[in-house]
């Protein structure tokens, strides 16, 4: 079925050091959004990107959309503990439908 | 005040039973979802409702019922429960063309 590469699935980082998360589509999106997951969890909105070469930034986490609309980015500026937690794009396929294609998610492991 | 709730939390039951999972959200969204999140934390649409009328229904066993009595609730039944039905169960809900709002989700174990 369909679904959105995430990369890496898994890190593991040292608190303060950097973290960032790729989301690759083979098609071109309509807009996409991003969602956390602590352990144990529900996802979380986080923030939804619409245009080309968009970047949007919220404190410490920097999101960019690719310039063709295929790919997505995260990044973390000095991870803490807090960050923990699996962090998925989803694509929008817009329309009525909102629907969603979750990523495969990047798990990111913060040790103190 | 819990925006979207989903009852039960948690759910163990044996196979062949059926049983139902409950949402409700008190947002004011027209459409609601049901997502099924595997062992490998895979988070997959299943359903979703808009003002209680059916608009995505992806390959989903026919074991699979949501039903929605009104926008607020959106429920799951599921007939003949087998082992591979063992997931976490989330319930969504939006405007339209928005960021969606999960309940807590329900953690189903079929033994």
């Known amino acids: 079925g369909q679904q959105v590469m995430q990369i890496p699935q898994y890190q593991h980082v040292q608190e303060g050091e950097d973290f960032t998360t790729y989301c690759n589509s083979s098609?071109?999106?309509?807009?996409i959004q991003w969602y956390k997951q602590r352990p144990g969890g529900h996802p979380v909105f986080l923030i939804q990107l619409v245009k080309s070469g968009e970047v949007k930034k919220q404190k410490r986490l920097t999101f960019q959309f690719g310039e063709a609309k295929k790919n997505s980015s995260l990044h973390i500026t000095a991870t803490q503990t807090t960050d923990v937690g699996t962090y998925f794009c989803a694509e929008n396929y817009g329309g009525a439908t909102n629907k969603l294609i979750f990523g495969t998610g990047t798990l990111l492991a913060v040790q103190p | 005040d819990t925006a979207v709730s989903q009852t039960p939390k948690y759910l163990v039951t044996q196979m062949g039973n059926d049983k139902s999972i409950k949402c409700e959200q008190n947002?004011?969204?027209?459409?609601m979802y049901w997502y099924k999140q595997d062992s490998k934390k895979f988070l997959k649409i299943m359903f979703s409702y808009n003002n209680k009328e059916l608009i995505i229904n992806e390959t989903v066993p026919n074991r699979f019922s949501p039903k929605s009595p009104d926008k607020a609730h959106l429920n799951l039944h599921i007939n003949s429960l087998e082992l591979g039905d063992s997931a976490v169960y989330f319930c969504?809900?939006?405007?339209?063309?928005?960021?969606?709002?999960f309940g807590p989700g329900t953690r189903l174990t079929v033994t």
């Open positions: 947002l004011g969204h027209d459409t």
């Open positions: 969504a809900s939006s405007h339209p063309r928005t960021e969606q709002y």
């Open positions: 098609t071109t999106l309509s807009n």
